[in-house]
């Protein structure tokens, strides 16, 4: 069961992401910098008394997930582009994970609604005792329905106590699966929809880290790592964010870190086909009788 303190943390997080995705929507504008994107998002978060939960996705066109802006990017939203904003709070790890997808082309309108429409269905089918393989062959059916494809390879996830990928995951296609949604569960809904391959790769780039593990760890390294655990748990976190912590090449500290298997690095996801990617996620909480989308105003 989940108690009425933590109902009230996970409702406390999802108004924090509901509002701060709707005022990024009026405020995101071609040639704007992507870093002042991000930035006003966390600073969003922060102001309604939640953390961020990672940092704020800013996934332009065939970038499908994992951009954040470094310390000094000068990356901004490109002309026509279509741009996936995808932010988290949590208030005590009880996390809200949400996204929108922005178009500044007419031409990707019924991308958009392919991944609105997908999240909609998706979330209306769901209860106790639904096949997690039913909700991604809805998922990829009204994707379909479009004229496009889901992109197969991400999925939405369980939501824990600071661990933003549980034990279970919502698949965008159907798949065998004896895996049941549970009452009190909480899950972030997240279909992808694009007009290339359908399938997502790892890029070279990484912005995104999350901690891991103290072993084998030089001496001059650890009291950065305890730092790190201390400041984000398990949860995600960038270069941005350890401004005080490391005051020089912050993102090359991380990329080392990352290679003693100190540290996770998320590689930026880019489409396969060089497809654009649309997105559209909430996070719900699985009740009795029905779900409560916790992102939604
Ligand atoms: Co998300």
Redesign the pocket.
């Known amino acids: 069961m989940l108690s009425d303190e933590e109902l009230q943390c996970l409702r406390k997080a999802g108004r924090a992401v509901a509002s701060t995705l709707k005022q990024l929507a009026y405020k995101v504008h071609e040639g704007m910098p992507i870093i002042e994107v991000c930035e006003l998002a966390e600073n969003m978060i922060k102001s309604m008394n939640c953390q961020p939960a ?1 940092p704020c ?1 800013v996934s332009v066109t065939s970038i499908a ?1 994992h951009y954040t802006s470094k310390i000094d990017d000068t990356a901004v939203i490109p002309p026509k582009s279509l741009i996936k904003i ?3 709070a949590h208030v005590n790890g009880y996390i809200a ?3 929108i997808t922005i178009s500044f082309s007419d031409e990707h309108e019924s991308l958009v609604r392919a991944a609105e429409k997908a999240l909609e269905a998706a979330i209306n089918s769901i209860k106790p005792g639904v096949k997690i393989g039913l909700i991604g062959s809805i998922i990829e059916s009204t994707i379909r329905s479009f004229g496009y494809k889901p992109v197969r390879n991400l999925s939405g996830h369980m939501l824990k106590p600071y661990t ?1 990928h549980g034990e279970k995951s919502i698949p965008n296609v159907p798949i065998e699966s004896k895996l049941s949604i549970e009452v009190d569960e909480v899950y ?1 809904i ?1 279909p992808f929809a694009t007009n290339g391959a359908g399938v997502v790769v790892d890029s070279r780039e990484m912005y995104i880290f999350r901690y891991m593990s103290l072993k084998g760890v030089k001496k001059d390294d650890k009291s950065l790592l305890t730092a790190i655990r201390d400041r984000f748990k398990s949860l995600p976190f960038c270069d941005r964010w350890l401004k005080d912590l490391v005051p020089h090449n912050t993102l090359s500290k991380l990329l080392e870190l990352t290679s003693r298997g100190a540290l996770y690095g998320y590689h930026v996801l880019v489409e396969k086909g060089k497809g654009l990617v649309a ?1 559209a ?1 909430h ?1 719900v909480i699985v009740h009795e009788d029905g779900v409560e989308i916790t992102t939604q105003l």
């Open positions: 990672f996705n997930a995808d932010v988290g994970d949400a996204a933003l972030a997240e997105q996620e996070t």
